[in-house]
């Protein structure tokens, strides 16, 4: 390939080639422009004395600077298709070269013609064309360099020929200027093209980060899975609508939670968990109504419904939704079966996370209710939502240490006939007033991250309000969830206890199944772990729910706690009673002890003793009291009396 010059050896790109033709074409036409003048001129200096055969070559050469000077417009060359352009390049190295020698023969025959002035004004154009053209193609060498020689060799050696006074100075002038201005051309030329490749180079930048922006965007709004929208795409659509004037016509938000996703995924593997997924997206996206949809996140999706509906309309489109999420989806041969609950509320408010809030709080009811319930969001659910938020604020803002109290409910040994352990139970206030029962504030704490302190607390007070080391009791405390998988807490524990002057194992650790369901194996170990420290373990509420018994052989237990609603049925139901024999006998068989809690008469005692419990708790052996009326009952001795057990 032919290339334009030295520096354009390796790069004779489309780019490179297109701005190296368009800077051509902002000089050359100026160029062309200067020889047509100066032709004209000096054939208007010669009229009166050169023959007419020689004057009119100025016309011809005239015409065609005048066409190559129109070829290389700006504008042409802007339109022109780059293997032309290429072409037009290559020729003009050519086209230059012929041109000047022309120029200067034409000008040289005219030379015996003139006066001594019309002679140097002969030298004086041929001159000034040349610097012109050399100058003007300066970052094209090549181009420049044939502009020089075809100049300079024949009118130095006519110079020289004629007998020119000062010829020899004359040509040497010629020479080294023209050398000089070469140079130049070189150096223009490199700049040319270091400007050039960096001005690519920053375009390619340029567009790289654009295409990564748009990339990163894509990635950060579309979901992986279903290849729909993400919770942010969702949230910034809302937001967006959020933004604009509340003309009534702001679209419903709906949020959808399948039920039933977990067993397909554990029954049928994580690939039909997925289809379910994408099918259930595209199943939302095909209804009538939906402006938008996306998967929050697990099997949790939302969806915006036309701000056209109203109430009606759209809890009729998301009886629709329902139904056609009901209908089966079939994979590998399976028939999968789903259904999901759906919390409605029309977007309205600051932002897309207040919506989100109702949305939610809905969904959270419907699910309550079961069944796919659809539930919209109302004004009863605001003023409860409210009051939540308000709780939720004193309970982030207080200090726990003065809005807490602990009651302490007495366990009791039947055969040894004493309370040998005490369970501390929280009460919290939001004003110092009114106390909430840990059903109403554990999942605010939980909200607020704020299990960990309170667990901590209730031990330290527990331990300094009951004093187990004086009193040789057994204090109970209950675990959060989160206190069984968060690092660190057994030694935390310990040492709390050792601080308090008291023994580990003076302290029973209660932990609900519920609470080590999320992540068994990351509880096991910290089970084992708070066992090294010394504390003993209960499984609180074993029986309520989906209990597993193999739990009870592979979970480092000291104690398993019978749910209260086991207790209720003891005295009437004779399958209740075989369940809970083989639970006790079971237990008895791995060293695990046995309690039973709620009991409230002395029929549903005698029931369980029957079956082989002796530690009992509920209301019939004493409600949660504070400290100081505990630890008199507890120092009373037996407190059978109290209780009417002989
Ligand atoms: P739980 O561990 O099963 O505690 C026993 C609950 O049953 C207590 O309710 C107690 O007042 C109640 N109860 C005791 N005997 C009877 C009875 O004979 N009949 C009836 N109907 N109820 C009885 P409370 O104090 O409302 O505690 C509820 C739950 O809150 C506790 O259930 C426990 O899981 C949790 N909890 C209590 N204190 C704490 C705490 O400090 N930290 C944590 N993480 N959870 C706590
Ligand atoms: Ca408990
Ligand atoms: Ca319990």
Redesign the pocket.
């Known amino acids: 390939m032919r290339c334009y010059g030295r520096h354009w050896q390796q790069r004779g790109g489309d780019a490179f080639t297109i701005a190296y033709a368009r800077s051509v074409s902002h000089r050359a036409p100026l160029l062309y422009l200067a020889v047509i003048f100066n032709v004209l001129l000096v054939a208007w200096t010669f009229r009166a004395r050169a023959p007419l055969a020689m004057l009119l070559v100025a016309p011809v050469i005239v015409v065609l600077a005048a066409s190559r000077a129109l070829h290389w417009l700006p504008d042409r060359v802007a339109t022109r298709p780059v293997d032309q352009l290429r072409h037009d390049i290559v020729a003009m190295q050519r086209l230059g070269g012929w041109g000047a020698l022309i120029f200067v023969a034409w000008s040289l025959g005219l030379y015996p013609y003139g006066d001594p002035g019309q002679r140097e004004l002969l030298h004086f154009v041929i001159a000034v064309t040349m610097f012109a053209a050399i100058l003007g193609m300066a970052h094209a060498p090549e181009t420049a360099v044939r502009l020089a020689l075809a100049f300079t060799l024949p009118w130095s050696m006519f110079v020289l020929a004629t007998g020119h006074a000062d010829a020899v100075a004359i040509s040497l002038a010629q020479v080294f200027v023209t050398a000089i201005l070469l140079t130049m051309t070189q150096v223009q030329h490199r700049d040319f093209v270091r400007l050039e490749l960096s001005r690519q180079l920053l375009a390619r930048r340029e567009r790289q980060t654009a295409e990564l922006a748009s990339a990163h965007y894509r990635q950060a709004t579309v979901d992986y899975l279903t290849g729909g929208r993400n919770r942010r795409a969702i949230l910034n659509g809302l937001e967006e609508h959020l933004a604009g004037p509340d003309d009534g016509m702001r679209p419903w938000l709906a949020l959808f939670d399948l039920d039933g996703f977990k067993h397909v995924n554990d029954t049928y593997g994580h690939a039909a968990g997925d289809h379910v997924l994408r099918t259930v997206n595209g199943r939302i996206g095909a209804m009538p109504g939906v402006s938008a949809h996306g998967r929050l996140g697990g099997d949790e999706f939302a969806i915006l419904f036309d701000g056209a509906f109203d109430r009606e309309a759209v809890l009729a489109a998301a009886r629709a939704l329902s139904a056609a999420i009901r209908e089966p989806i079939l994979y590998n041969g399976a028939t999968l079966r789903l259904f999901g609950s759906i919390g409605l509320h029309r977007a309205q408010g600051a932002s897309a996370s207040t919506c989100l809030e109702r949305a939610d709080a809905a969904l959270y009811k419907a699910k309550e209710q079961g069944d796919g319930a659809i539930v919209a969001f109302g004004e009863a659910d605001e003023v409860a939502l409210q009051r939540r938020i308000t709780v939720m604020r004193q309970f982030n803002a207080c200090a726990l240490e003065d809005r807490l109290r602990l009651?302490y409910?007495p366990i009791f040994d039947c055969r040894e006939n004493r309370v040998v352990s005490i369970?501390?139970?929280?009460r919290w206030s939001p004003d110092g007033i009114e106390w909430q029962?840990?059903?109403e504030f554990?999942a605010i704490a939980d909200a607020t991250g704020r299990?960990g302190e309170?667990?901590r607390l209730?031990l330290a007070r527990t331990l300094a309000e009951c004093r187990p080391w004086l009193t040789g009791l057994e204090v109970s405390?209950?675990?959060?969830a989160r206190?069984v998988v968060r690092e660190g807490m057994a030694e935390t524990m310990a040492a709390i206890v050792v601080d308090a002057g008291a023994s580990p194992s003076s302290v029973m650790l209660?932990v609900?199944e519920r609470a080590l369901q999320h992540d068994p194996k990351r509880a096991t170990a910290q089970l084992l772990a708070f066992r090294e420290q010394g504390f003993r373990i209960a499984l609180?509420?074993f029986g309520a729910g989906w209990s597993s018994l193999s739990q009870l052989r592979d979970l480092p237990l000291d104690r398993i706690?019978l749910d209260?609603e086991l207790v209720g049925a003891l005295a009437t139901d004779p399958g209740a009673r075989a369940v809970t024999g083989m639970i006790v006998a079971l237990a008895w068989q791995l060293g695990i002890g046995c309690s039973i809690?709620?009991?409230?008469s002395e029929a549903q005692a005698e029931a369980a003793r029957a079956l082989g419990i002796h530690l009992m708790?509920?209301?019939?052996f004493g409600?949660?009291e504070p400290a100081a009326e505990a630890l008199r009952v507890y120092a009373q001795g037996p407190a059978a009396s109290a209780v009417g057990i002989g």
């Open positions: 009651l409910q369970e501390a139970l929280a029962a840990p059903g554990l299990t309170l667990t209730v405390i209950n675990l959060a206190d209660e609900t609180d509420d706690k209260r809690e709620g009991v409230e708790q509920g209301y019939h409600r949660p």
